[in-house]
């Protein structure tokens, strides 16, 4: 009986620290911390810029996934001709500056722990909005590396990312949450949403000068990935809202637009059209799928300058992984 006892006191204790551990540890501006779990809370002062040092957990550590909600000024544009990006609040989160009004939303950033003295910082300029921001420190398999995939265009061969079954599986490591070799954002369920970032209930504006790849994961028996979009308004260029109408290769002609959507190896459900780059209107209410290999994803990209046409700048897909 005593022995029973003992032992179910030892669980007991083991499942508390468990909890514990699991639960996000508060940091503070202008702070380091090398936790797990995180929550960096934002200062009293909603003017206050802060700057987060992230210092990793183990010596596994090769991401981070930040997941954020913020309620800060809109992107702005000095003129006419410039994309309107983040200028009177924001917070960074690697290369991406982010602002407006975001919920759900999330980021990947490479990191490597094998190195105790790497650091990824998070900053913050408010200027007198609010931000939630959680980060988690994924731990991979000895060995995996991330490679920052560059989207070609279609001028170029589409390489596909590398597939998740690559990965090694092991209970140890957060083999649920490693976000597959080049992907900015990873969603886990085979259904849901995905939108810009500042969809601000399809008002938009998304923010310009960015680009960024999201990537979906696949289930071994899955063939297709199927995005519905709810809203899609994208500058555009001419008529034929596809491929190379959708940019300018080099970006540099004020009034021509680069902004677009890239599933490659996809058609359109409704019409029939085949084509890696989407922009303008041509996705609303509309269907597109696409058998590529691998892991499932898709490029967006806003360009530096915006054509004067009447769009909203947004998009929000439901997507099916089949």
Known sequence: MAKNLLVVFALLCFVGSFVQATIPVNVGCQSTSKYKWLNLVQPASVYQSCTYSIAPYSIYVCQLRVEFATVLAQPTSPNLIDSPTCRNGYIQIGRHKICGVNSNQHLYVDFFGSNSNNRVTIVTNPNGGTYQIKVTQVECPIGYKTKIYQPTDKLAPVKPI?????????????TDIIAPSGCDQYYIDTVGFVESFNWNNARGPYPGSMQYTVCFRRPVSSSRLRLYAMDFSLEYNAADQTNGNCYDLYEATPGYSSDYVMVPYSRITETGI?????CGVILQSRTVESTMFGTFWFTFKAGNYVNGNNVKRVFKFQYQVI
């Open 274 to 278: 085949v084509a890696d780059q989407y």
């Open 162 to 174: 590398q597939p998740e079954s690559k990965l090694m599986k092991t209970i140890i490591f957060d």
